[in-house]
Every structure is written in C-alpha cells, then in structure tokens.
C-alpha cells in the first residue's frame, strides 16, 4: 500500500482543456494528478500561482450526465466540464488547473523550463519511505518527458508533422484520427481562442498540410 495520502479534488474548467489534459495523461499513460504533481515538483508554487489561469467554464460550456442516485437518478442533469484529479492534500483547484496548463504549454512546445533542482528539494533520503521514494522518482521522470525543446525550424517531414500532433514516434494514424487530433489542439491553439498561440497554430496547420500531401 502506497504512503503517500491523497485526496480527489474537482476542478473546474473549459471542454476543451479538459479534453486536452486527458489526451495528454493518456498519451503518456499516467493519471492527471500525475501531470499536475509534475509541474508542482518542477516549480515553485508562486511561479505556478503566477501562471495564467485557464479559468473555469463559459456559460454556455456544460455537459450532460444521468444522475445515478438520490431522488432524481436516472434524470439527466448539465453540469460544468470538470477534471477529478487525486493529489496530496491542501491543494487549491484553481492551483491545479493552472499546474495543467503549464503541463499543456510545455508538451505542446510553447512555454520551456530549464530543469534544475526539484522545488522543493526531496529530504534526506532517510527519512524517505521506499513509496514516497518511487513516487518522486516517477513525478521526476514525467517532467522530463514533458519539458522537451520545441521544433526549432518549423516543420519539414511527416515524422515532424506527426510530433506536433501528438503522435508517438512511428505511428501511422489514417485521416481521421489526424482529422481528430487537430480540431483538438486547434481548439486550443487558435488565436482566437482565450489561451490561443499563433506559432503554435501555424505548426498545426503547416502539419496538416503536409501529411494532407502525403509528404514522406
């Protein structure tokens, strides 16, 4: 049995950040309290506190569910988009939602953070339990998948255009999944949009145009 405590927390937030988080979580086959421990092991609370917060959901941004209990089970009900994420207690959502959007930002090439020491430094490590231990090794090792260096000159190969959309490294998706995973990250990504990134929309659509050709 783990020793580290954890709690669930619910997080309010966009659709669309939502759905982004958890494509992210499960390309790198962790939970999304993972991500979040990530950031929080990588940088200080007040860096993360600091962040743009990618706030909560619009008016009209709701998601139907059929409520399983109570004396109204079985009726639908529209509620905000939300994320239940598993962390360490005495956390703040809207800390975690802005630890995500770090973790986006980074996956997606647009914000770089230079790896020093972990924030904050591991104790000693004989007052670590082996559990704690692993879990920090773990959290360690996301973040440095997650803190890579963006392409430096655009895009040039299918393999290239691939990377950008979030495929792993020799994968061969038909038109459709390309299709899916670029409305997503165009969600995201348009200048347009509250958190848009016109360089990132810009490799975006450079990449659909080329695997569009078919380039090799």
């Known amino acids: 049995m783990s020793g580290v405590l954890k709690q669930s927390y619910t997080v309010p937030c966009a659709s669309a950040f939502r759905d982004a988080v958890e494509a992210l979580a499960t390309r790198r086959k962790v939970n999304v309290g993972d991500l979040a421990r990530s950031v929080m092991l990588l940088l200080p609370l007040d860096a993360i506190a600091a962040h743009p917060d990618p706030g909560e959901p619009g008016p009209g941004d709701r998601e139907t569910i059929v409520l399983k209990t109570g004396r109204a089970a079985g009726r639908p009900w ?111 990504h348009h200048p347009d949009a509250q958190h848009g990134d016109h360089m990132r929309m810009s490799q975006l659509n450079a990449a659909m145009d080329l695997l569009r050709r078919g380039a090799a």
């Open 78 to 188: 529209r509620r905000k988009p939300r994320l239940q994420v598993r962390m360490p207690p005495g956390q703040e959502p809207p800390l975690i939602r802005r630890a995500l959007a770090i973790a986006l930002q980074m996956d997606f090439g647009t914000l770089r953070v230079s790896l020093g020491e972990p924030t904050p430094p591991p104790p000693p490590a004989n007052d670590v339990s082996p559990e704690t231990r692993e879990e920090l090794e773990r959290l360690r090792a996301i973040v440095n998948v997650l803190a890579f260096d963006p392409l430096p000159g655009g895009i040039s190969s299918r393999q290239e255009a691939l990377h950008v959309l979030g495929f792993p490294p020799g994968a061969d998706p038909d038109q459709r999944s390309l299709r899916a995973k670029f409305r997503l990250l165009a969600t995201i």
